[in-house]
């Protein structure tokens, strides 16, 4: 599986983005995906994932309020929606996959990884 995340950016606080995780090579519908985000100098965290084909979703409790993640079956792409950004959202924010529904929240267990894509927020 290989995935493109794209749509990253300089964003003043409280606009919006969309970013987008194009994947290709497997079987997209079964694939739970995830966006994990890392600011400069400190661990990747858990952001939103959605599983496959029911696609049922989790948030870390930092973000819900303003994330929104969805997917689209038919152009094997997921998305995640940011309002309301603030400058502690800046970060690379990373799209993963992995084929197992359980434990999204947790980096290690994706296989699959995106290249990551850069989000600023200025104040």
């Known amino acids: 599986v290989q995935l493109q995340a794209s749509g990253g950016g300089l964003v003043q606080a409280g606009g919006s983005l969309r970013l987008s995780c194009a994947a290709s090579g497997g079987t997209f519908g079964s694939l739970s995906m995830g966006w994990f985000r890392q600011p400069s100098g400190k661990e990747r965290e858990f952001v939103a994932a959605i599983r496959g084909y029911g696609g049922s979703t989790e948030y870390a409790d930092s973000v819900k309020a303003r994330f929104t993640i969805s997917r689209d079956n038919a152009k094997n792409t997921v998305y995640l929606q940011i309002l309301s950004l603030k400058p502690e959202d800046t970060a690379v924010y990373y799209c993963?996959?992995?084929?197992?529904?359980?434990?999204?929240?947790?980096?290690?267990?994706?296989?699959?990884w995106g290249q990551g894509t850069l989000v600023t927020v200025s104040s």
């Open positions: 993963a996959a992995r084929y197992y529904s359980g434990g999204l929240r947790y980096p290690g267990g994706y296989p699959y």
